[in-house]
């Protein structure tokens, strides 16, 4: 059984940094995708960033690119997000999920941690 527990998230002004991680226990993160997904208030959940298990190839929503970056530990079996110049749209809670063996859904989530980015 795959667990994930996201950490990282706060408060920061408009314009500034955060780096999420989402440390796994249970398999490792390289025989899995992994992915940042983010549910805004009252918007439904929403893909961020993932990274592949064997290649690491990284993908990113069209809003984060160029701004947020995905990369991983595999000693400490960690996933990160790194968040630049942030805006106050990136506010959210934000979701690490893991695909399933089979590779069809992401069946493994995180509890969420709260990401606020004031003006």
């Known amino acids: 059984q795959v667990q994930l527990v996201e950490s990282g998230g706060g408060l920061v002004q408009a314009g500034g940094s955060l780096r999420l991680s989402c440390t796994a226990s249970?398999?490792?993160?390289?025989?899995?995708?992994t992915a940042w997904f983010r549910q805004a208030p009252g918007k439904e959940r929403a893909f961020v960033s993932n990274?592949?298990?064997?290649?690491?190839?990284?993908s990113y929503a069209d809003s984060v690119k160029g701004r947020f970056t995905i990369s991983r530990d595999n000693g400490k079996n960690t996933v990160y997000l790194q968040m630049n110049s942030l805006k106050t749209e990136d506010t959210a809670v934000y979701y690490c999920?893991?695909?399933?063996?089979?590779?069809?859904?992401?069946?493994?989530w995180g509890q969420g941690t709260q990401v606020t980015v004031s003006s």
């Open positions: 990274i592949s298990g064997r290649s690491a190839t990284e």
């Open positions: 249970g398999r490792s993160v390289t025989t899995y995708t």
């Open positions: 999920a893991a695909l399933n063996q089979g590779g069809e859904k992401y069946a493994y």
